[in-house]
């Protein structure tokens, strides 16, 4: 059977500081500016309440327009944004321009988008956030990308351990030593591209569980990650298939199917390289 939405059933994650993140939220990488408020309205009447976004994705303002015509109770949408690469070194600015775009007296999650080492500049803008994080403006900050020196090098400098990494997660690439040592710091894991944007989908392994489970490719992708305490944040622009993808909460693998996906692990990145990424106009 197909999963079913039972109204309420996404798990929330507790955060190192009690915070508590919806564990599947909805994605908005790559959604096109002038479509933004109609897909994320679509993704909170469908049942999201947990939106990521960033500065560097230019559609801020739609995913403020769309919580604001929601109607829901702010405190009821977990909202996550990110510090431009090119904005490390005024990231007071930086933050204060995210939410006003947004159109939010505070932020649930801020992050860190990418460490840009050759900039030397993370450490700085993590100490920006820390004072906005201790004035209440973001409920909780992290980091996104931060390879196992990255982690380093900021923990060595800081006071506030980052509650999330969000980082590349999918079956053909998982990061695995990352994630484990994230967590073993305290940082809960949050996968982008979860779905290797749609290119995991036909692993062989994937389709057969979903013929086995009358699933979807998609929802065994998301059930296993959401076994493993992933975070999880999906992108689609179609109203069925935010649907599905939430379906993916009623869906529990095997420990033997778990380890079948595992096997897909290719070492094969979708996105950039942390190490060396650098677009100052993310
Ligand atoms: P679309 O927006 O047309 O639904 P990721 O979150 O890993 O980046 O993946 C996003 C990509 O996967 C998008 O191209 C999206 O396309 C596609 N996608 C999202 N959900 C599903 C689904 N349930 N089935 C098939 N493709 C999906």
Excluded at 122 to 142: P, Q
Excluded at 203 to 218: D, H, I, K, N
Excluded at 255 to 273: C, F, K, N, P, Q
């Amino acid at each position: 059977m197909m999963p079913e939405i039972r109204e309420n059933n996404i798990p929330a994650v507790t955060l190192n500081n009690g915070v508590q993140i919806p564990q599947l939220g909805f994605g908005v990488f790559q959604v096109p500016q002038e479509e933004t408020q109609r897909i994320v309205e679509d993704a909170l009447e469908t049942g999201y309440r947990h939106i990521d976004t960033a500065a560097a994705y230019r559609n801020e303002a739609g995913v403020g327009a769309a919580i604001a015509a929601s109607g829901i109770p702010r405190e009821d949408i977990f909202v996550t944004t990110k510090l431009r690469n090119g904005e490390q070194g005024t990231a007071h600015a930086a933050f204060q321009n995210s939410r006003t775009a947004l159109g939010l007296d505070y932020v649930d999650l801020y992050l860190i988008h990418w460490p840009v080492p050759s900039q030397g500049l993370f450490t700085e803008a993590w100490k920006t956030m820390e004072k906005l994080y201790a004035s209440r403006e973001i409920r909780a900050i992290g980091v996104s990308n931060f390879l196992p020196d990255h982690l380093d090098t900021l923990l060595k400098a800081s006071d506030v351990v980052p509650a999330v990494n969000q980082i590349e997660i999918h079956p053909t690439f998982q990061q695995q030593d990352l994630a484990v040592k994230s967590r073993s710091l305290g940082i809960a894991v949050e996968a982008y591209s979860p779905l290797g944007q749609g290119g995991d989908l036909g692993a062989a392994a994937v389709q057969s569980l979903a013929s086995r489970y009358g699933a979807t490719p998609a929802q065994i992708v998301l059930a296993w990650h959401l076994a493993q305490g992933t975070i999880v944040i999906p992108k689609s622009s179609n109203l069925a298939r935010m649907r599905e993808n939430l379906g993916a909460t009623a869906l529990t693998l095997t420990s033997a199917e778990m380890a079948e996906i595992t096997a897909l692990d290719s070492g094969a990145r979708v996105g950039a390289d942390p190490a060396v990424a650098a677009h100052s106009q993310l």
